[in-house]
């Protein structure tokens, strides 16, 4: 069965203060890793796909990158406007099932 | 612009009453999903489907209903056999044909009262 497990559940970080929200996976035959923002009372929004182990994307502060087991969301001096939950989810080598993790709440203080 | 609409935003549920929850997208994806929220939870699949006419069951089927007439429309029906059925429900449609693309709608809340 697939899994997707995002750790940890909540991260308080000051302003300006970096740091990695991790999301471990088994998904079989990955054909794609996604990372969302989700915003309170909101739909997700997309932020990532990635595809194979070593890579990376960027986007401002934000970036993520895959390992064979794993896939972080680094966040480079953040800012109180980054504060939302960050969903990561596995697309299976069928490409009929999106598995969610439990989601990183983030909040960052001013 | 090309993207999921859903509708209505609220939705008020009176017991023993089902409820219909529109998604439609134009971004021509042939995937599209229903999952549920519940506070400080994850997502959980209701259904999905591949192609038009067809669909399969997720993880907490129960007490729901689907149908896919439309590549571009998948409604979602809350029975009143869902005995708790309070939640936020987010529809997602997925290209998968050379990249990649999963992109959600702004949900519908559902309540029931």
């Known amino acids: 069965e697939d899994q997707v497990t995002q750790s940890p559940e909540a991260l308080r970080l000051q302003e300006g203060e970096s740091s990695s929200l991790n999301c471990s996976y088994t998904v079989s035959g990955l054909r794609g890793l996604f990372w969302y923002r989700q915003d309170p009372g909101k739909g997700p929004e997309f932020l990532f796909t990635?595809?194979?182990a070593g890579e990376e994307k960027e986007k401002e502060r934000l970036k993520a990158t895959l390992t064979k087991k794993e896939s972080f969301l680094h966040i480079t001096a953040p800012k109180p406007e980054d504060s939302a939950t960050y969903l990561c989810?596995?697309?299976?080598?069928?490409?009929?099932?999106?598995?969610f993790g439990g989601g990183t709440r983030l909040m960052v203080k001013p | 612009d090309g993207g999921i609409t859903q509708s209505p935003k609220y939705l008020f549920r009176k017991e023993g009453q089902n409820v219909t929850l529109s998604c439609e997208q134009n971004?021509?994806?042939?995937?599209m999903y229903w999952y549920r929220q519940d506070p400080g939870q994850g997502l959980r699949l209701i259904y999905y489907s591949q192609i038009v006419n067809d669909f399969q069951k997720g993880d907490i089927a129960e007490g729901y209903s689907v149908s896919r007439e439309k590549k571009e429309s998948f409604p979602l029906t809350v029975t009143s056999a869902q005995k708790n059925p309070t939640a936020f429900y987010l529809c997602a449609s997925i290209l998968d044909r050379g990249g990649t693309e999963a992109f959600f709608g702004q949900g519908t809340r559902l309540t029931v009262v």
């Open positions: 971004l021509n994806h042939d995937a």
């Open positions: 990635l595809y194979s």
């Open positions: 989810a596995g697309l299976n080598n069928a490409g009929n099932m999106l598995t």
